[in-house]
């Protein structure tokens, strides 16, 4: 599809192009309020699954004026937007499959004890905020697999991931005409039809359970309600005007590389916040898909890639892959600071940005020290802020999400196993 798309347009100013087109983006008349009004808050997450590697990513100097690593390099314009973390994690086992826990902390393993089992860090901002946008968030992925979601629930279930940009596209900004709103309407009824059955039904056997059982009844009576809450949700908002955009995508977006799609699920992110379509969003990465997904110097699969075996030459191929990410995560903060807020500060100002990992070490399993980054959102930021063991046991990653969740506007003083916010994390 590349190949095709580059013999009719330059590739470099195509992407030039369709950034530009985003910043031409008008504001909403709701945005238009005079400059005392309080932006809402924020809150994107994006999640590498095979890791970044610790010795590329890790400053060796605590605090300001830290050297940027190999991997960070391409976030250096940003210095004073974002904080480096290191000695954070989630205590878990080692392995791939952790790394889907990476913004809960629980495995669904071992959910039993908490509130609300394993929920994600986005999905407790978007039970917070739900309400007042279009959708409560958004839970995407790129060339990833449903299976890799990093979203969870709070009875413990996986949020699918949209994964492609058109139908996320036509989720923000295409029209319903009347025929759509009539057949939506009518498949809203028959979802909240077959739940009302399939609650009477249930009902029927409640009796003369035992403790276990009722335990896995509650969780799925749980699942239910939370399937109601969303019918209600897109109902609400059925109706109403979706906002309008200049911005397009190019047709076949979603045969191209990683490399050349990754670009606009990014602008769609900030298009998305832009608009208030949502305040909460997640991204997950795990293959490269076609091509070594089309990143210069990269022909292996990166599951492979991240069993490097310490061997130099399959560590720099890695580090291309990585290293693109913190670019495109980068290129994710010009944007956001590209975007005026009404009261004089930017989208980046309003958005806490986080990225990293679930698991450090790809090539051991390890989860120990996650890679971690947070940008934006009004925090004081600029330093690299490390974080000493206590034993053989590292401080809680769920201490940074409680901060988070914090300053989104929840008043909670626990989030999963944290135990207290993060020390040392001001806001500005």
Known sequence: MMSRLSKTIDRRRFLHGVGGSLLALPLLESNAANSGVT??????????????????????????????????????????????????????????????????GIPVTEMKGFAEANISVDQKAAQFSGAATRYPSLVLGCDTGQEHTLSWTRNGNAIPMIEEAARLYGMLFRKENAHSLTRTEKEFKNKQ?????????????????????????????????????R?????????REKPTTNYSLPAGIDELTLRDKTPFFYDLMVLALQTDSTRVISLSFTELGKEGGGIPGVSSGYHSLSHHGQVQSVMDELARVERFHTSQFSRFLDKLKEVKEPNGQSLL?????????????????SLRDLPVVLAGGGFKHGEHKHYAKEGR????????????????????????????????????
């Open 231 to 239: 019918i209600e949700q897109s109902k609400r908002w059925l109706n």
């Open 193 to 229: 039809s077959i739940l009302d059955l399939v609650r009477d039904q249930s009902k029927s056997f409640e009796r003369g359970l035992g403790v276990s059982d009722k335990e896995k009844l509650d969780q799925y009576y749980t699942s239910v309600r939370s399937l109601e809450e």
């Open 349 to 365: 100002d309003n958005t806490m940005a986080l990225f990293g990992s679930g698991m450090s070490n790809g090539n051991s399993h």
């Open 39 to 104: 932006s809402p808050k924020r809150l994107t997450a994006t999640g590498i699954f095979y890791g970044l590697m610790p010795h590329y990513f890790h400053p060796k100097k605590v605090g300001r004026g830290y050297e940027m690593t190999r991997l960070l390099e391409p976030l250096a314009s940003h210095r004073d937007d974002f904080t480096v973390f290191s000695g954070l994690d989630h205590n878990l086992g080692g392995g791939h499959n952790s790394t889907k826990y990476f913004l809960s």
């Open 393 to 428: 046991t590292s401080l809680s990653l769920c201490n940074l999400y409680l901060s988070m969740l914090q300053n989104f506007g929840l008043e909670i003083d626990q989030f999963n196993n944290s135990t207290g916010t993060l020390t040392g994390l001001e806001l500005t």
